[in-house]
């Protein structure tokens, strides 16, 4: 009984997830207007891929725990440290691409980045 209150997190740790990415980085087609020089595009290219290494590896990380997860739900064994490890990895995908897209902002020049805010596609309605 110990654990009913955390299967209660399931569905809540379902819909916090990040919608999935496509395969691959995104599409630099909004870059193309920021006059980016050949040091930053370089950069830039360095700090997406090693983001999105460690975001694939992570990803993966996160799939196996919430079968793990799922696992142990059918078992009836405890699952609240699976639960709080399916939690971590989320965070630890979501403070990565974080960080990626806080290093990129920095290498741009203020020019740039207010030219990047005109460039985004609007979010979804709150």
């Known amino acids: 009984m110990r654990f009913v209150p955390l299967l209660l997190l ?3 740790l379902a819909c916090a997830q990040p919608p999935e990415r496509p395969p691959g980085p995104p599409p630099l087609e909004r870059f193309e207007e920021l006059k980016l020089t050949d040091a930053q595009k370089t950069k ?3 700090l997406r891929s090693e983001e ?3 975001s694939i590896r992570l990803e993966a990380d996160a799939r196996i725990a919430e079968m793990d997860l799922e696992d ?4 009836g064994a405890d699952v609240a440290p699976l639960v ?3 939690a971590d990895l989320r965070g630890q995908l979501l403070a990565a691409r974080t960080e990626m897209r806080v290093a990129v902002r920095a290498l741009l020049t203020p020019e740039q980045r207010a030219k990047l805010k005109t460039l985004r ?5 709150r």
């Open 52 to 54: 999105r290494r460690k």
């Open 44 to 46: 830039i290219a360095a």
């Open 10 to 12: 399931i569905p809540a």
């Open 121 to 125: 596609p609007p979010g979804p309605p």
């Open 72 to 75: 142990a739900i059918d078992s």
């Open 84 to 86: 709080a490890r399916v």
